[in-house]
């Protein structure tokens, strides 16, 4: 089975390095990365889908980006860091589970490995051939 295509969402470097980081000790090195919504769309059109896209402080103010995200299926599923009792977190899961993207999960700041590790098993296993090519 082939690596996944992420697409990390994150304006500050720090943070960018440290999720890209994480995903390649899962074993995932098909990743791009954006600074802002912008970009991520124009990354989209440009260079295709991906499987998922990892929302890391930029997810509670992209929410239309969220609908269109979905509506042009650019993407299968999204992971958004954040913390599940702040407003703007619980905003941004349910506008995404409302478009019809599977969330799969919230990644809290400075969480461990392992539990993005699982969110990505949970996606390698209920989508048996990622949708990309």
Partial sequence: MRSLKVLI???HPARL???????????VFGVRVAEDCGAARRSLERHGPVDIVLFGSQATSALVFLDN???AGHAAALVIQGRMECAETT???RRARHAGLWVLGVLAPGEATCALHGMLQ???VHCAEPLIA
């Avoid at 390095?17 to 074993?27: D, S, T, Y």
């Fill in 91 to 93: 905003n941004a899961v």
């Fill in 17 to 27: 390095l440290q999720l890209h980081q994480m995903l390649n000790a899962c074993g």
């Fill in 69 to 71: 995200l979905a509506e």
């Fill in 122 to 124: 949970r996606f390698r």
């Fill in 9 to 11: 969402v994150e304006q």
